[in-house]
């Protein structure tokens, strides 16, 4: 039985990617995506999504071939390998030029630390994997106290919590 506990384990792929691309992405035409382990079942799919419907997409993988088929079957406009790029911020930068409009997050962690200084404002976050954990466990005020420790994941969700939509996948923030 399916419940608010165990959603995110029963769930397959192809719901996860629906729902977190139609329900929570509010995407529109045009749209700049960055998608986090793109190669993987829930980020190929989401990536598919967005090119049927006029966007943008980038994503990471972390093999040169992954990041082939990412882009030679998938459709993707841009993919990399991010296990060789030394300055993440900087290859966020070279793709989007003008910022992310949506940001698929697949995997959290230092990403997630990156990601949200390259967002447009009014940009959206799409949580979906082992993030929500870490978000769904960081709802009191110390956490916005927190903002000035160490560059971490506290401090970039204290940006986004001012300048953009972030929305947890399984558990509303």
């Known amino acids: ?13 192809e719901l996860q990617a629906y729902v977190g691309f139609y329900e929570v992405c509010k995407r529109k035409k045009g749209d700049y995506i960055f998608v986090s382990a793109a190669s993987g079942a829930v980020g190929q799919l989401v990536g598919q999504l967005a ?16 990041v082939e088929v990412l882009k030679n079957k998938f459709g993707f406009d841009e993919a990399f390998n991010y296990k060789e790029e030394s300055d993440f911020d900087a290859a966020l930068k070279r793709y989007f030029t003008n910022g992310i409009d949506i940001y698929f997050d697949n995997v959290g962690g230092s990403m997630l630390d990156v990601v949200p200084l390259n967002m447009k404002n009014h940009g ?4 979906c994997g082992f993030s929500t954990a870490i978000v769904s466990t960081r709802r009191d005020s110390q956490f916005v106290q927190s903002c000035n420790k ?5 401090e970039v969700f204290c940006t986004v919590i001012t300048y953009i939509y972030f929305q947890s996948f399984w558990k509303m923030l």
Do not use: D, F, W
């Open 51 to 66: 090119k049927l419907h006029g966007c943008y997409v980038v994503g990471s993988a972390g093999t040169n071939q992954k």
């Open 124 to 127: 959206r976050i799409v949580v």
């Open 1 to 13: 039985m399916v419940t608010n506990e165990n959603i995110h384990a029963e769930m397959a792929p």
């Open 150 to 154: 160490e560059h971490n994941n506290e």
